[in-house]
């Protein structure tokens, strides 16, 4: 029995400094009948000379018109995409060689419409062992735990392409940083997530991941991503949704904390109404701007 085709989709942009990791991880899969879609958004770097290095009729190179936001260029990769299920990889990031494998397996139950792995992720700028990701990877029906925390990588995210296209769009190009949040909330409200608790997948921290401009941007797409779902009943109805509503304030007022607004923030403290909000929040009240970005940033 033939096994399906899974094109797996790079996304890059300046990526020469990790991408023959990460091309590598591809090759190096137990899983072979795959393909890579690798669109590269008008890269300025070597990336183009690294991918065509690598003779191999399985590996597709797409060169943007014009560099875009990176859920645009995304959606179009999507477009380039011929397998039964999708896979992400970032350039940054990489696989171990069992990834795919153990992943595709999971679809042979027809009620499972994505999967996830766990994660190791790789702080470089500590040196220390890589952190596992998360404590507990969920399955079955999770919109109850991602709007808690969000629990998936996108580089050990794959999807079954039917039931991508049952969503109305796919990666919703007005956001900049929270549309990987956003596919996969959308996606739990139509099927069901098979989740591997082992850490197949490393994911990469980068040292600006966290500038004040992408903390702010971070915040308030996460105010736009609240309003839009505020007003449909499979969120507002669920029981944890008050929990993320919670989430979205407190990162405000952090955001407000470091940006010297500490007394502004205190606003921000009326509107929380959960224990660990609260106690989250006056502790960072109390730390060094310092302390609290490196707390963040691992």
Not at 23 to 43: A, R
Not at 86 to 115: M, R, V
Not at 228 to 236: G, K, S, V
Not at 242 to 270: H, M, P, Q, T
Request: overall charge positive.
């Amino acid at each position: 029995m033939s096994k399906p085709l899974v094109s797996i989709l790079m996304n890059c942009y300046n990526g020469e400094k990790y991408l023959n990791e990460a091309l590598n991880s591809v090759i190096n899969q137990t899983y072979k009948n795959w393909e890579l879609v690798f669109w590269d958004n008008l890269s300025t770097d070597k990336s183009k000379k690294i991918v065509n290095k690598i003779k191999d009729q399985r590996i597709k190179y797409f060169l943007s018109d014009i560099h875009t936001s990176q859920y645009e260029a995304r959606n179009k990769g999507l477009e380039k995409c011929n397998g039964e299920f999708i896979a992400f990889l970032d350039a940054d990031d990489h696989w171990l060689p069992t990834k795919l494998e153990e992943q595709i397996k999971l679809f042979t139950n027809p009620e499972i419409g994505f999967s996830c792995t766990n994660s190791w992720n790789i702080n470089e700028r500590v040196k220390r062992k890589n952190k596992l990701g998360f404590k507990k990877i969920y399955s079955g029906d999770v919109l109850e735990y991602l709007l808690k925390k969000d629990f998936i990588v996108m580089s050990s995210l794959v999807i079954r392409k039917s039931t991508l296209k049952n969503l109305s769009i796919n990666f919703n190009p007005k956001y900049e940083i929270v549309g990987d949040l956003d596919l996969v909330l959308r996606l739990s409200t139509i099927t069901k997530l098979a989740g591997i608790q082992s850490p197949l997948v490393f994911y990469r921290l980068h040292e600006n991941n966290l500038t004040y401009k992408k903390i702010n941007l971070n915040f308030q797409e996460l105010k736009m991503l609240y309003n839009d779902m505020r007003y449909q009943i499979i969120f507002n109805q669920n029981k944890n949704f008050d929990f993320f509503k919670n989430n979205v304030i407190l990162y405000g007022a952090i955001y407000k904390i470091i940006n010297k607004k500490r007394i502004e923030s205190l606003n921000d403290l009326k509107m929380l109404t959960k224990p660990l909000h609260i106690i989250k929040f006056l502790i960072a009240f109390c730390l060094p701007n310092k302390i609290i970005l490196n707390w963040k940033k691992y």
